[in-house]
C-alpha cells in the first residue's frame, strides 16, 4: 500500500514537469512574434518590444525557464498585461463558481450515467440499450454551447422558468443560488453523462460475462443480487477511472458554459483574456487546470485501492 | 478443456476481412449507411457550394440585418445582413476540411510515436510521459493558448487542434504493439531473423489498421466540434472565412431576438458529427470486442 | 440401487444456425446414483460441457435444449419455474468449475462467498451458525487455518486452495448432486491428485453423486465408477469404469485409450555418443524485477544456476509444473528472454549475452514451436508466406524458399495446396504441423518444442507426436521437449530433467529415471501422474 501510494505520487511529478515545459514552450516556439501578435495589429514598435521585455523573451531561453519555474514554485503566476494584477489573485477571485459549476455537474451526471449505464447493460440489445446509446452518441455530437442556448430558449426565455443568465453565490441563498445553475449544469453534464453512461454500460457488460458472474448463478442466488453483489463492484474501477479522465472534457465545457451563461469563473476569464489576449492569465489557468486534472487523477487512481483488493504493490 | 475452443478465430482476424478493413460486414450496419448517406450529403453540399443557390458569403448588406428565414433568405440573415445558408453552406467546406485532416494528422501522428513507444523500450517511459503531459493540459485551453499566441488561421487551428489528440492515438496503438508483440507469431518472426522495420509492417502494423479506423472517425467527430468551440469562443477561424463556428460566434449577441443564426449551423454541427460518431460505433461494433473495448476507453 | 439422483434422458440441444453441426447434444441419455462418480469423458466439442451447463440450468441463450427431459431426483430441470431452479441451485446440485483463479470473485472474501451460499438457500440463518458452517466446510477440504482463510480474497490463494474453496462452496448445502467440469484440468499434476483425492473423500463420507467431466482417461481411471463416452455431441459408449477401461467396444473409444501416452518409456534408441553437445547451458540465471524507480522492488529468480547439454540427434525432456521455470529456459535459450547470468553455447558460440543485433546470425540456429497452435501463426498472412518467411530472411531466393516449404509440408503430412491457404482454415493440430514446417524450415541445429502438444487433444496430440518421433529419425533433430506432462516426456525423450523452483533437481536417461527417481519431489510428480491402470494397451 505504501509501494502504490509513493509509486502513484512518484509518477505524477513528471507529468507535471512535462506540463510546466509544454506550457513554457508554447510562448517560446509559437512561429512568428508572439510579442507583435500578443501587442495587437495597431502597436507600435515600443508597445511590442514592452511585451517582449515583460514575458522575459528578451533573455536567454534556458533564463526564462528557470527564473519562470522558479517563480512558478513560489505560486507566482506572473501578472496580466492588461491590468497589471497578478494572475493568482485574478484567478482566486473567479474560482467559485467554477468550482460551484463543475460539483454540481459532476454529482449530477454520475447519478444519472450510472444508472443509466447499469440498465442498459442488464436490458443489453433490448430497446432501453438502445435507447441509452442512442442518447449517448447524441450527447456526444452536440455542441455544448448549441445546447446551452437551446435550454436558454426553451426553458428561459419562452416558459420563463429560470433566470437566462448570471451567478449569485450561495451566501446568497440556496434557491438562487442553484436556479442560476441548473441550465449550466444539465448543458455541461449532458457530454459527461454520455461518456459515464457508455463506460459503465461496457464495463457491467464485461463483468457479466465472467466466470464467477456464472459462479454466482451456479449458487442459486437471485438475479439483483448477482448484479449488486457480483457485478457492479467489480465492474466499478473503468467507471471511476473515466470519471476522472473526463475531468479534462468538463474543463473544455466549463469554459464554453460560462461564456453561454454568463457566469463569472475561470472559463469567462479564460474566453476575455483570449479576446484581450492576455496570455500571463491563459498560462496561469492552464497549469492551474492542468494540475487539477493531474491530482484528481491521483486521487482516483488511489480510490481504486478501496474497490480492488488484488491493486496493491 | 483445451484451445481448441477457447479461441475461436474472430471473423475479423480473418484473412479476407482484414484486407478489407472489416468493411464489408461493417457497411451493413445500419448507423455506418446513416453515417454514410449524411456525410455524403454535406460533403457534396460543400464541394458544389456556389451553385447551391448561394450568394456571396461574406457579403454586408446593412439593410437586410437579421431578417427571420424566408422564401429569399432560406435561414435567415445575420447581424451583417449575410446570408446564414450561404455560409452554412461554404462553411461545411472549412468544417469537413479541418475533421478530416486533423484526423488523418493526428491517426498518422500517434501511429508513429505509438509505434515507436511500444518497440523501443529506451524511449517508451520519455515518450509516454511526454503524451501524459499534453493529455493532462486541457485540450480547448491548449487550443486557445496555440492560436492566441500564433494567430487565428486555419492551419493554427488543425494543428491547435490535432496536437492534443495525439497522445490519444498514440495510446491506443501502443497498447496494441504491446499485446501483439507477445503473441507467439511475432516471437516466432523474430527468431526467424525478421528485422525490426519488416517485423512492424508485415506483422504489428496490421493488427493496429481497424482500431486506427475507429479512432479517426471518433477524431475526425471531436475536431469538428472543437472548431465549433474555439471559433465560438473566438480563438479560431477568422470571420473572413465562414466556419459553423464563427457563424454562431457572431449570432451569440443577436441569439435571443434572432435564434436562427445559431440554430442551423449548430444543427448542421450535430448532424455531421452524429453521422461521424455513429459510424464510427458501428465500425467498432463490427471489429473484435477486445480492440473496441480498447478504443472505447480512450475516447 | 435406488432411484438415481440425476437421470437424463433424450436430451438434444440445438446449435445456432451456422455452427458446424445441427446440435451440441443429440439424444443424450445418462443416469448418476447416489454415491457414484459417473465421468463424461470426450475431447473438444464433444458436447461433454453442454451437458454440465445444461444440468445446471446455465445454458447460454442462444442453446435452449429442444428434446428430452433432466430429472434431479425425479423433477424436471427444463420444466420447472425459474425460481425453483434457483432454488436447486446450490441446494440440491453444485457445480465447481474449470478455471479456479477466475471462478471466484476477485472482490469478496472467500468466507464471504461460501456464506453467501448459506445465505441464499434458506435452512442455515444467523450469522454466527454461517460462520461457523464456513469454517467446517474450510476444514472439510482440508485447507489449512481455516479462520484466517476465511479472510483472504482469492488472488491471495494457490491455484489448488482456490479449487478446494469451490468445493467447500458446492458442499455447503450438502447437494445431492455435484457437477465437476474439468475441475483439475488447470491444475498442475501434484495438486490435481490431491484434488482429486479430496473429491473421492468427500463423495464417499456425504453420499452424493458426482457428474465428472473430463477429456483425460488418466483421471477417469483414477476416480470413476461408471464411465460415458461422447464425441460429437453423441454418447458412443458407457459402461463400468473397469470395462470401458480394458475392453471399450467403440472404436472411438479404443482410439481415445490408445491415444493416451502410456507412462511407461519405450525401449531406449540405439544412439552413438557424439564428442561434443550440440548445445550447452552452464549457470544460466534468470531474475525479475528488482530494479524499480527506489531501487527497491522484489526480484523474483526465475532460473537458478541451470547446466544442460544436448547432444545431437537427442531429445531432452524438460519436466517441471508450473513456476518451475522451465518455459524460461526454452525461452532464454531461443534468446526471447535475456538471461541475467550464464552461459548458452551453440556449436561453441556463446550466445547467452550478446546484444540482439550480433544475435541474429544465430536466431537461425534455434527455432520453437509454440504452446498454442491459433496464435502462434499470423492470422493474416498465408502458410506458404509464413514458411518462407525466415529462409528468405537469411538470403534463401523465393523459389528456393517454397520449394523447401512444399517439401516440408509433405513431410509433416499437409498438402502442398496448404501453401496457399490461411491459418483459420485448418485444425489445431494442422496448425502445429504448420508451425513445425516453419521451424525446420530454418534448418535448426535445435528446436525448442514448448508444451508443443499440451493445448491439443490426446488424438491429435498423439499424431503429432508420432510426427515429432518421425521427423527426428529422418533429420537426425536435437530437440528440446518442454512439458508438464510425465506421459508426454516418457514416449519421446532420450533423457529427462527434472525442474523445481528455478533448478535443476534431477537429470538421467527416461528409462532409468523412471525405474528409480531419487529425488523426492520426483517421486511425487510420478505418483501424481494420472496413469491408465490397465492390463495392456
Known amino acids: 500500500m505504501g509501494r502504490f501510494l509513493a509509486g502513484r505520487l512518484a509518477a505524477t511529478l513528471p507529468v507535471m514537469g512535462v506540463v510546466a515545459v509544454i506550457v513554457f514552450l508554447l510562448l517560446r516556439l509559437a ?40 517563480r512558478l514554485l513560489q505560486g507566482d503566476l506572473g501578472s496580466s498585461i492588461i491590468s497589471n494584477q497578478p494572475v493568482a489573485k485574478l484567478i482566486l477571485e473567479r474560482i467559485e463558481p467554477t468550482l460551484a459549476l463543475a460539483t454540481t455537474t459532476i454529482v449530477f451526471a454520475v447519478l444519472v450515467a450510472v444508472p443509466l449505464g447499469v440498465l442498459a447493460a442488464w436490458w443489453h440489445g433490448t430497446w432501453v440499450d438502445r435507447a441509452v446509446m442512442a442518447v449517448s452518441v447524441l450527447g456526444f455530437s452536440v455542441p455544448v454551447f448549441v445546447l446551452g442556448y437551446l435550454l436558454i430558449f426553451g426553458f428561459a426565455m419562452q416558459l420563463r422558468l429560470l433566470p437566462v443568465q448570471g451567478y449569485v453565490s450561495i451566501t446568497e441563498g440556496l434557491w438562487p443560488f442553484l436556479s442560476r445553475l441548473i441550465l449550466p449544469t444539465l448543458t455541461l453534464s449532458v457530454i459527461y453523462i454520455a461518456l459515464i453512461a457508455r463506460t459503465t454500460r461496457s464495463s457491467v457488460l464485461e463483468v457479466l460475462g465472467e466466470d464467477y458472474i456464472r459462479t454466482a448463478r451456479a449458487k442459486g442466488i437471485g438475479e439483483t443480487q448477482v448484479l449488486w453483489r457480483h457485478a457492479l463492484r467489480n465492474a466499478a474501477v473503468p467507471v471511476i477511472s473515466v470519471i476522472g479522465l473526463g475531468i479534462a472534457l468538463l474543463i473544455s465545457g466549463v469554459v464554453v458554459t460560462e461564456s453561454v451563461f454568463n457566469l463569472p469563473g475561470l472559463g469567462r476569464l479564460t474566453v476575455d483574456s483570449v479576446l484581450a489576449r492576455d496570455y500571463p492569465v491563459i498560462q496561469g489557468v492552464i497549469l492551474l487546470f492542468s494540475a487539477l486534472y493531474v491530482v484528481i487523477n491521483l486521487a482516483i487512481d488511489l480510490s481504486y485501492l478501496l474497490f480492488d483488493p488484488r491493486i496493491r504493490y | 478443456m483445451s484451445a481448441e475452443n477457447r479461441t475461436m478465430p474472430s471473423p475479423v482476424t480473418s484473412p479476407l476481412a482484414s484486407r478489407l478493413a472489416t468493411l464489408p460486414p461493417a457497411l451493413r450496419h445500419p448507423g455506418v449507411l446513416f453515417g454514410l448517406a449524411v456525410l455524403l450529403i454535406v460533403g457534396l453540399a460543400a464541394l458544389a457550394a456556389p451553385f447551391l443557390w448561394t450568394g456571396d458569403p461574406i457579403l454586408l448588406r446593412p439593410r437586410l440585418r437579421l431578417k427571420p428565414p424566408s422564401s429569399v433568405a432560406w435561414l435567415g440573415t445575420d447581424a451583417f445582413g449575410r446570408d446564414v445558408w450561404t455560409r452554412v453552406v461554404y462553411g461545411a467546406r472549412v468544417s469537413l476540411a479541418i475533421g478530416f485532416s486533423v484526423a488523418a494528422s493526428a491517426v498518422l501522428i500517434g501511429l508513429f510515436i505509438g509505434l515507436v513507444a511500444g518497440y523501443l523500450r529506451r524511449l517508451d517511459a520519455v ?108 480563438a479560431g477561424i477568422p470571420t473572413e472565412i465562414p466556419s459553423w463556428g464563427n457563424i454562431m460566434a457572431e449570432g451569440r449577441q443577436s441569439f435571443q431576438i434572432a435564434p436562427w443564426v445559431i440554430l442551423f449551423p449548430g444543427l448542421c454541427v450535430a448532424a455531421t458529427v452524429l453521422a461521424v460518431n455513429v459510424i464510427g460505433d458501428g465500425l467498432r461494433d463490427a471489429l473484435d470486442p477486445r480492440t473496441a473495448r480498447r478504443v472505447g476507453a480512450l475516447r | 440401487m435406488s432411484q438415481p439422483v440425476l437421470s437424463i434422458t433424450g436430451l438434444t440441444v440445438p446449435l445456432p444456425y451456422g455452427a458446424d453441426r445441427a446440435n451440441a447434444i443429440e439424444g443424450l441419455s445418462l443416469s448418476v446414483g447416489a454415491n457414484e462418480i459417473v465421468c463424461v469423458v470426450g475431447e473438444s466439442g464433444s458436447g461433454k460441457s453442454v451437458t454440465a451447463s445444461a444440468v445446471m440450468g446455465l445454458l447460454p441463450p442462444a442453446l435452449k435444449p429442444s428434446a428430452g427431459e433432466i430429472l434431479l431426483q425425479g423433477e424436471d430441470i427444463l420444466k420447472v419455474a425459474p425460481a425453483r431452479l434457483r432454488a436447486l441451485r446450490g441446494s440440491r446440485m453444485a457445480m465447481v468449475f474449470q478455471e479456479p483463479m477466475t471462478a471466484l470473485n476477485p472482490v469478496l472474501k472467500v468466507g464471504e462467498q461460501i456464506a453467501e451460499m448459506l445465505e441464499a438457500h434458506a435452512g442455515r440463518s444467523g450469522r454466527e451458525a454461517r460462520r461457523s458452517r464456513v469454517l467446517d466446510l474450510l476444514g472439510d477440504v482440508h485447507l489449512p487455518d481455516p479462520p484466517s482463510l476465511a479472510k483472504a480474497y482469492p488472488h491471495q490463494l494457490s491455484g489448488g486452495q482456490r479449487q478446494r474453496v469451490m468445493i467447500a462452496m458446492a458442499l ?145 525432456g524438460i519436466v517441471g509444473e508450473s513456476g518451475s521455470g522451465k518455459s524460461t529456459l526454452a525461452r532464454c535459450v531461443a534468446r526471447f528472454v535475456d538471461p541475467s547470468a550464464g552461459h548458452i553455447r551453440i556449436g561453441g558460440d556463446d550466445i547467452a549475452l550478446l546484444p540482439p543485433r550480433e544475435l541474429r546470425p544465430y536466431r537461425r540456429r534455434v527455432q520453437m514451436v509454440f504452446q498454442d497452435p491459433y496464435r502462434s501463426l499470423n492470422p493474416r498472412r498465408k502458410v506458404g508466406q509464413s514458411i518462407i518467411e525466415g529462409p528468405m530472411n537469411y538470403g534463401l531466393s523465393k523459389e528456393a524458399a517454397l520449394a523447401r516449404a512444399a517439401r516440408l509440408l509433405d513431410l509433416v503430412n499437409l498438402e502442398k495446396g496448404a501453401l496457399d491457404r490461411y491459418p483459420h482454415e485448418f485444425s489445431g493440430g494442422q496448425r502445429q504441423r504448420i508451425a513445425i514446417a516453419r521451424a525446420l524450415a530454418m534448418e535448426p541445429d535445435v528446436l525448442i518444442a514448448d508444451e508443443a502438444v499440451s493445448a491439443l487433444d490426446v488424438s491429435v496430440q498423439r499424431q503429432v507426436l508420432e510426427l515429432l518421433e518421425d521427423i527426428r529419425e529422418r533429420l537426425n533433430l536435437s530437440i528440446l521437449f518442454i512439458t508438464h506432462d510425465l506421459r508426454v516426456a516418457a514416449r519421446l525423450c532420450d533423457r529427462l530433467v527434472v525442474m523445481l523452483g528455478g533448478r535443476i533437481v534431477e537429470e538421467g536417461p527416461t528409462a532409468a529415471l523412471f525405474a528409480n527417481p531419487r529425488h523426492a519431489y520426483t517421486q511425487a510428480l510420478f505418483a501424481a501422474a494420472p496413469k491408465l491402470r490397465l492390463a495392456a494397451s
Open chain 1, 31 to 70: 512561429p512568428g512574434d508572439p510579442a507583435a501578435i500578443l501587442a495587437g495589429d495597431a502597436a507600435s514598435p515600443e508597445q511590442i518590444a514592452a511585451i517582449r521585455a515583460r514575458l522575459g523573451l528578451d533573455q536567454p531561453i534556458l533564463t526564462q525557464f528557470l527564473s519562470w519555474l522558479g
Open chain 2, 127 to 234: 515518450v509516454m510521459r511526454i503524451m501524459d503531459g499534453i493529455m493532462a493540459i486541457p485540450s480547448i485551453l491548449l487550443a486557445i493558448a496555440m492560436v492566441t499566441l500564433s494567430g487565428a488561421g486555419i492551419g493554427t487551428v488543425i494543428v491547435a487542434i490535432a496536437i492534443p489528440e495525439i497522445p490519444r492515438v498514440a495510446r491506443l496503438v501502443r497498447s496494441v504493439v504491446l499485446s501483439v508483440r507477445s503473441e507467439p507469431y511475432v516471437e516466432a518472426a523474430i527468431g526467424a531473423g525478421t528485422r525490426l522495420p519488416m517485423l512492424l509492417i508485415r506483422h504489428v502494423l496490421p493488427n493496429t489498421i481497424a482500431p486506427l479506423i475507429v479512432q479517426g472517425t471518433y477524431v475526425c467527430a471531436s475536431a469538428i466540434l472543437t472548431e465549433a468551440i474555439l471559433s465560438f469562443l473566438g
Open chain 3, 172 to 316: 455447503a448445502n450438502d447437494p445431492a448432486l455435484i457437477i465437476a467440469d474439468e475441475p483439475t484440468t488447470a491444475l498442475d499434476v501434484t495438486t490435481q491428485a490431491q484434488i482429486l483425492k479430496l473429491l473421492k473423500e468427500l463423495q464417499a463420507r456425504r453420499n452424493a453423486g458426482i457428474l465428472f467431466i473430463t477429456h483425460d482417461f488418466g483421471v477417469v481411471s483414477q476416480i470413476a465408477d461408471r464411465v460415458v463416452v461422447m464425441q460429437r455431441g453423441r454418447l458412443v459408449e458407457e459402461g463400468r469404469a473397469d470395462e470401458v477401461l480394458t475392453r471399450p467396444r467403440d472404436p472411438y473409444t479404443r482410439m481415445l485409450i490408445a491415444a493416451v501416452p502410456s507412462a511407461e518409456p519405450p525401449p531406449a534408441r540405439p544412439r552413438q555418443q557424439a564428442a561434443a553437445p550440440i548445445l550447452a547451458v552452464r549457470d544460466l540465471t534468470k531474475t525479475y524485477g528488482g530494479r524499480g524507480l527506489f531501487g527497491g522492488g522484489r526480484a523474483v529468480t526465475a532460473l537458478d544456476g541451470v547446466s544442460l547439454a544436448l547432444q545431437p540427434g537427442e531429445t531432452l
